[in-house]
């Protein structure tokens, strides 16, 4: 049996709107990465992932759509 290996990179983020009844709404920032330097998988991950949080942010200019420069909930 052949062990599987990837050789590649993924970087990606996905932004997902819920919750759009009568009042409120939710947006949530799915963020990935693929790392191969073993050692830095470890990293904290919002440290590992802080230039990919920034690019999607400032692409989606989520700051001037919804007021708020800061999340209220990190998971």
Do not use: C, N, W
Request: glycine share 8%; charged share 20%; no cysteine.
């Amino acid at each position: 049996m052949e062990a599987f290996s990837f050789h590649g990179y993924i970087h990606f983020y996905i932004f997902r709107l819920s919750g759009t009844g009568s009042e409120g709404a939710t947006i949530r920032l799915y963020i990935e990465q693929y790392e191969k330097d073993p050692s830095k998988i470890g990293r904290l991950s919002h440290e590992a992932l802080a230039p990919l949080v920034a690019a999607a942010l400032k692409l989606s200019k989520m700051e001037e759509f919804t007021g708020r420069s800061a999340p209220t909930v990190i998971t």
